[in-house]
Structure formats: C-alpha cells, structure tokens
C-alpha cells in the first residue's frame, strides 16, 4: 500500500461521498446468514417491503446500501445469473429513482455488474475481487467505484480449515495483486476500495489479527471497507446468537474506526451511524 489515503472527499460513478460512511445491508436471498428470508414472500423476493427497507436505512442515516442477490454465508451455493439479475435490478432501478444514496452491487457477476450500472448504481462491491469470469472487463466498462474483498478460496468451502503463514502480509499482497490488476485492465486507482474480508476463508484468530492490524490497511492509499455485523466471530467471542450480535459488532465497528476505516457495512444501521457520530466528534473529523 503506497500514500496516505485523504478521507476527506470521495467520487463513486458522478456521486460524492464523505467518509467515514455506513453502508446498510440489503440482502434480496433466501438464505443469507443473517437475514436471509425476511423479504420474502410466497411468490417470491417482496419488492415493496425490500425498498421499505431500503429507505428506512436511508432514514436512520446509511449513505449506502449494499444489494446483494446471492448469499456469500459459509456454505452457499452460486446461483443462476438470471435469477441474481431478477433479485437485484429492479430493487435497484427503483431505489435510483426514489432515494437520495449511493447504491452498491454486492455482486461477482459481470452481467449484475453491467445491468446495475445501467439502472443507477455507484459501487461494485464483490467478494471476490473480480475473478468471477468477465468481472474484470465488466467493472472496466463501467464507472462505478469498485470495493475488493479478500476471500481465501469459495463460499462453499472457505470455513474448511483456512491457514495462512501471515494473514496480515498476505492479505495484503493478494490486494496489492487485485489493484495491480484492475489498473492494467483500465480502471483508475482512484476508483478502488478494499476489504480485508473478515470471515471469508479466515478461523477467529485470523480474523483478530486482521482487526488489531486494520490501521496498516488504513493508512494505504485506499478507502477501507469493514464488515463484521452479526458474523461468527462476534458469536465465538460472546456465545451470542445472531440476532444478539449487535453490541460485539459496534464494538468492532468502534474500534476499527478509530484506527481509520472508512466505510462499515452493518445490518444495525441507527445505531452504527450513532457509533460513527461519537467516534468522529472524538477523533476531530
């Protein structure tokens, strides 16, 4: 990582945005971990009580909203492009229209990536840092700001004894390694974010590592990106329950702040952007 990042003023696709920012969590899938389900009805992904949702996060103080159409938890499965596309676009063509926010596509799919920045979105924000066959090229074509998370292998697998030698030193370099690549495919440094990917591919003590050594990521030239709401780490640490997770992820959202982070994805927004108030005041932003 190379030059002090400046929080300061940031351009997503025409939008600005000022940090730090909370990003509110929006999952249109049946079986996310935390959530998933919720906004379902018989026939389907209930489109109605899914922009509710939307803009009450809008309302409580999220700048953000991540959409996403295919669940990531420990375990899942891909799934088909067209059913993705029919969870994630029209939620988003009409968030565009309605809400006064930036939209990101928690997506690896090239044609979500396309089809969302043709109906409004700002940010691509993928788990797998555009490896997903045309992401690259995708992210490229458009202007959207880009958010690369680091993953040690799939979903489906990546809780199956992940081991590193030095979780910090190779997170890093496989970040150092994506930004490398999205320059040489066309897309501006100016445009990339990073996530260290907290629970993907990683045990409790990586990701403890990665926490007490966020501020190395934050003092690079990148916005960061943390995620931790609701995920098993808060679980192993306080033997809490999912839907009993918030006060351990306002903790870490707490103290990922003030060591620099820029933008935290939560389920809980009124109360992160609370903890986001505090911490600015303290720090003097």
């Known amino acids: ?6 929080p300061g003023r940031f ?3 025409g939008r ?14 049946p079986d996310s971990f935390s959530d998933g389900g919720t906004l379902y009805q018989s026939t389907g992904l209930d489109l109605d009580k899914a922009f509710d949702r939307c803009a009450k996060m809008v309302e409580q103080g999220a700048t953000i ?5 295919e669940s990531t938890r ?3 499965n891909p799934v088909s492009v067209d059913r993705e596309l029919d969870r994630v676009i029209p939620l988003v063509e009409r968030i565009s229209k309605t809400l006064d926010v930036a939209i990101s596509l928690d997506t690896s799919t090239a044609k979500v990536m396309t089809e969302g920045a043709n109906v409004g ?10 490896r997903r066959e045309g992401a690259l090229d995708a992210a490229a074509r458009t202007e959207l700001a880009v958010c690369l998370m680091h ?3 799939e979903p489906k697998t990546m809780q199956t004894q992940p081991e590193y030698r030095d979780v910090v030193a190779e997170v890093n370099g496989f970040l150092n390694e994506r930004i490398a690549a999205c320059m040489s495919a066309g897309i501006a440094k100016s445009r990339l974010w990073i996530d260290p990917g907290f629970g993907f591919g990683k045990t409790l003590a990586h990701n403890i590592e990665l926490m007490r050594n966020i501020a190395y990521f934050c003092n690079g030239g990148h916005p960061v990106l943390v995620g931790v709401s609701r995920k098993s780490m808060i679980g192993a640490l ?9 006060a351990g992820g306002l903790a870490l959202a707490t103290f990922a702040l003030m060591q620099g982070a820029h933008i935290i994805r939560s389920h809980d927004v009124s109360e992160t952007v609370d903890a986001v108030k505090v911490i600015t005041a303290l720090k003097g932003e």
């Open 121 to 130: 979105a700002h940010i691509i924000n993928d788990v797998r840092a555009l």
């Open 151 to 153: 993953m040690q292998g």
């Open 1 to 6: 990582m190379i030059s002090q990042f400046n």
């Open 238 to 246: 306080t033997g809490k329950d999912v839907v009993e997770r918030m």
């Open 65 to 69: 909203l991540d959409i996403g159409g």
């Open 74 to 76: 420990p375990g899942s």
């Open 16 to 29: 600005e945005l000022s940090f730090p920012a909370v990003m509110g969590v929006v999952n249109t899938t």
């Open 11 to 13: 351009v997503a696709a």
